[in-house]
């Protein structure tokens, strides 16, 4: 027999309890018991006036907007209160009845703008949910992934001018300027002069610096111009971030699309170096002396990937050239020294071979294409650092170690875009695209945190006494597979 009655319950006026409304295990649930939420209070008191004014919206409920936001990669803040109208669990989430009114969805627009604009909250609230997963010794910081990736920015790539930027200084360039002059002193050369824009610099943060032709949107001026492969380009902004092997965000830094990796990479080294931190991997495009020399310096061993020769093809590589470290010269695959001539202002040494000699070498053709057959082979100061990291990459281990990247970083990115709305972004400028940032890799961890907190039964009374127990056969485990198998121990972080 056939039942029609669709809009028999439609009009019904029932009691009922809001928290029975949402299931045990409902994701919300177990991530509002995660954490105390009541630290956002301290952490936004002084923005609000103590005695005066009309009392405000909770500054919980306001931080707990953004989260849904991200956490359910909502594509932008009016649809997340659409879905807040309709969906129990979020109003639960935010402490709202059935009956009570949704927050408008410029309400956390105007807040951010009036209260929480350069105050760095959004980066208090990451931290703080990252002593969190500390707390419970869920972090290794002592093997660090650092990679970068492009979210698009809110830019018509058609409304575009193009303008003089002035090349921001590297962060080692006032030692390497030094070592640069040290260095031709002992090689019997005179300090270099100083360029005429350094003797009258003009205005500006970047003064004296080379300028170039850059592209500059019309609408976020503070993104870069992003080349995305060989067919696409857009306007993006580049986001640097850290994990450890199991996947947890340590830090992350936001930066135009079009600074490369190794100008930006101090930014977020600064907020990371002090936490312990043993090894350090990243891609090819951190392999730089600068960054290989701070690294070393600062007892950090860099795992960085080989790089290919960039040589014409038919011609001799760079390694073909063997360097004698004695002598101070290289020594061509004819057997004939390249010797020192200088050293110019980017740091690298010039060893010159003789054009009498080179003009009848039967290798000429695989060697230079020089109009006076004078071959030049170029050192970096800081080579020395780079052999280092080519030590260190051939050390037992450090293959399987790298190749958990895409197991770690390239995981993170990729659960960031797919489930957390963080291929592009709906905001403009980059405050805006760092408190973006911040949120999506806290509710990240944030979920992670809770998730396992909840399977491990640690949301209930007598958390620090679990933990203990769980953390000490974490170790003895670790330290079993260690000592049995070591390959096997790498597989498993």
């Known amino acids: 027999m056939m039942t029609q009655n669709k809009d028999k319950k439609r009009g019904q006026i029932q009691i009922f309890c809001m928290d029975d409304m949402v299931p045990q295990d409902h994701l919300l649930r177990i991530i509002d018991k995660a954490i105390d939420w009541n630290f956002i209070y301290g952490l936004v008191v002084d923005k609000y006036s103590p005695d005066n ?19 359910y990669g909502i594509k932008s803040m009016r649809q997340t209160v659409k879905e807040i109208e309709v969906n129990v669990a979020y109003r639960w989430f935010l402490g709202l009845e059935m009956m009570d009114k949704v927050p408008h969805f410029s309400t956390f627009g105007k807040n951010y703008t009036r209260r929480f604009k350069d105050t760095g909250l959004f980066e208090q609230i990451f931290s703080h949910i990252l002593q969190e997963c500390y707390k419970f010794k869920l972090i290794d910081p002592s093997e660090v992934f650092v990679d970068s ?16 930027a002035q090349e921001e200084a590297l962060f080692f360039e006032d030692l390497l300027k030094k070592e640069i002059n040290e260095d031709r002193e002992a090689h019997g050369k005179r300090p270099l002069k100083e360029k005429d824009d350094d003797n009258n610099p003009p205005s500006g943060p970047s003064s004296g610096k080379e300028e170039k032709t850059i592209k500059t949107s019309t609408s976020d001026p503070e993104s870069g111009w992003f080349h995305k492969g060989e067919h696409k380009s857009v306007f993006a902004y580049a986001v640097q971030t850290a994990c450890d092997k199991n996947g947890w965000i340590l830090g992350y830094s936001v930066h135009p699309g079009n600074h490369h990796d ?50 014409k093809k038919g011609f001799f590589k760079k390694y073909e050239y063997v360097y004698d470290e004695y002598y101070d010269c290289y020594i061509c695959p004819n057997n004939q020294v390249l010797s020192y001539r200088t050293t110019n202002r980017d740091g690298y040494r010039e060893y010159k071979s003789s054009g009498m000699v080179c003009e009848n070498c039967p290798y000429l053709a695989q060697c230079t294409e020089s109009r006076d057959h004078v071959k ?44 957390h709305g963080f291929r592009y972004t709906q905001m403009f ?18 979920k992670k945190l809770a998730k396992l907190k909840a399977k491990w039964g640690l949301l209930e009374e007598g958390e620090p006494l679990k933990i203990s127990i769980l953390y000490t056969i974490r170790l003895i485990r670790e330290k079993w597979l260690w000592d049995t198998n070591p390959r096997a121990a790498l597989s498993t972080v």
């Open 53 to 71: 004014g009309r009392p405000s919206m909770d500054p919980v409920m306001l931080i707990k907007l953004p989260f849904i936001q991200y956490l």
């Open 149 to 164: 990736t492009h979210v698009k920015a809110r830019a018509n790539n058609k409304k575009m001018q193009k303008r003089i």
């Open 262 to 311: 190794s100008r930006s990479f101090k930014f977020l080294y600064d907020k990371i170096k002090e936490i312990g931190i043993k090894t350090l991997i990243a891609d090819a495009g951190y392999k730089t002396p600068g960054i290989a020399k701070l690294l070393i310096d600062d007892g950090i061993k860099p795992l960085l990937p080989y790089r290919c020769p960039m040589t």
């Open 429 to 446: 400028g980059k405050a805006r695209m760092e408190m973006k940032a911040g949120l999506t890799f806290a509710c990240m961890n944030l």
């Open 376 to 419: 030049v082979v170029t050192r970096h100061i800081w080579e020395p650092y780079l052999e280092k990291c080519e030590d260190i990459r051939h050390t037992l281990g450090m293959k399987e170690l790298y190749s958990l990247r895409k197991e770690t970083i390239e995981r993170v990115f990729a659960s960031a875009k797919e489930n």
